[in-house]
């Protein structure tokens, strides 16, 4: 549990770091994210910038964690799928 805790504080760090870059990279003002702004106050929910998020999560997390007994192949929209492991 502890490492775990400090996994995600030292991930949420390199983020907080990596923050300035991902600006500039456009990140967070992708077409499709809601932005509104009046007079002093304003309001961002980047829709857009979750779903790329997360589909490149979803992609690479099975590559970076080791599960028993799991075979990881990358799906392709003209494969068939992966025959069950017995």
């Known amino acids: 549990m502890a490492r775990t805790l400090i996994i995600i504080g030292a991930g949420l760090i390199i983020l907080g770091l990596a923050w300035p ?39 690479s997390i099975p590559f970076l964690v080791e599960t028993p007994g799991m075979t990881v192949t990358p799906l392709s929209p003209l494969s068939s799928p992966p025959e069950p492991v017995s």
Request: avoid cysteine.
């Open 21 to 59: 870059l991902v600006q500039k990279a456009g990140l967070g003002r992708l077409p499709g994210d809601i932005s509104v702004e009046r007079g002093n106050f304003s309001f961002h929910f980047p829709v857009t910038t979750m779903i790329m998020v997360s589909v490149a999560l979803t992609e």
